[in-house]
């Protein structure tokens, strides 16, 4: 089992900043990839950021340039600074996991942090 701990989330006006962070613990597993999602009140969860193994980051496409992903590899955390927030950032944000161990890949989900960006 991979654990999760997220923190940062909060409330912010338009324009503001907020930092998420995410780190994971658990023995065995080899984390391949690490990202965060949001889900809005009734919408889908969507990708904000991941990180894959070899570095890559990948972003949604209402993020970029606004949205930064990093990665502490000694720590198996993440931190996902946020700028320029919109009221449409609003949302409860997860942390995602993608791990391998005993030839099999797993998925392991933070408890979801609220953002909440005021106008």
């Known amino acids: 089992q991979v654990q999760l701990v997220e923190s940062g989330g909060g409330l912010v006006q338009t324009g503001g900043s907020l930092t998420l962070s995410c780190a994971a613990s658990?023995?065995?597993?080899?984390?391949?990839?690490m990202a965060w999602y949001r889900q809005a009140p009734g919408k889908g969860r969507e990708l904000v950021a991941r990180?894959?193994?070899?570095?890559?980051?990948t972003y949604g496409d209402s993020v970029m340039g606004r949205f930064t992903l990093s990665r502490d590899d000694a720590k198996n955390a993440v931190t996902l600074l946020m700028n320029s927030l919109k009221p449409e950032d609003t949302a409860v944000y997860y942390c995602?996991?993608?791990?391998?161990?005993?030839?099999?890949?797993?998925?392991?989900w933070g408890q979801g942090t609220q953002v909440i960006v005021s106008s």
């Open positions: 995602h996991v993608r791990a391998y161990a005993r030839r099999s890949e797993y998925e392991f």
């Open positions: 658990g023995s065995n597993f080899d984390i391949r990839a």
């Open positions: 990180i894959i193994s070899g570095g890559r980051i």
